[in-house]
């Protein structure tokens, strides 16, 4: 689990350097995606919905990057995606895609559903952390 983890720390920071991230912000990327990734792990691990485990995680991600980009003074956007990385569903899509092609058409079936599954929650995660925050700092004003 440890070299998973270190791994999932270098990833989030080759996917931050592809994408031009500044610097000074390269450490806090890396963190990001490998706190999420670890989250998502623990999730799964004890038995939790690899959907909910995702969603959940994402969550968190968002989180955690709507707090460094207040505290860094950079765009959320930059500790987001290299967090998101480590979560999508790259091998999924693989498999549905090689399933279709082998004519495995009910398993294929299988992984590209749970493939959309694990993008929407992506996506949900991050909808549902920003309509929080702005929910939060309207009650503020």
């Given at each position: 689990m440890i070299l998973q983890v270190?791994?999932?720390?270098?990833?989030?920071?080759?996917?931050?350097v592809i994408f031009n991230v500044p610097l000074n912000s390269l450490f806090q990327c890396c963190l990001v995606?490998?706190?999420?990734?670890?989250?998502l792990v623990l999730m799964v691990n004890n038995n939790i919905n690899t959907i909910l485990a995702t969603l959940t995680a994402t969550f968190f991600i968002?989180?955690?990057?709507?707090?460094?980009?207040?505290i860094y003074k950079t765009p959320i956007i930059i500790f987001t995606?290299?967090?998101i990385i480590p979560l999508v569903p790259?091998?999924?899509?693989?498999?549905?895609?090689r399933n279709f092609v082998e004519n495995h058409y009910n398993l294929a079936i299988q992984f590209a559903a749970k493939a959309l599954m694990t993008s929407g929650a992506i996506a949900f995660g991050l909808?549902?952390?920003?309509?929080?925050?702005?929910i939060l700092k309207f009650r503020k004003v």
């Open positions: 270190l791994t999932n720390f270098i990833v989030s920071g080759a996917f931050a995606g490998m706190i999420g990734r670890l989250l968002a989180v955690i990057s709507q707090i460094f980009a207040k995606i290299s967090g790259g091998g999924l899509a693989y498999d549905a895609t909808v549902l952390s920003e309509a929080l925050t702005q």
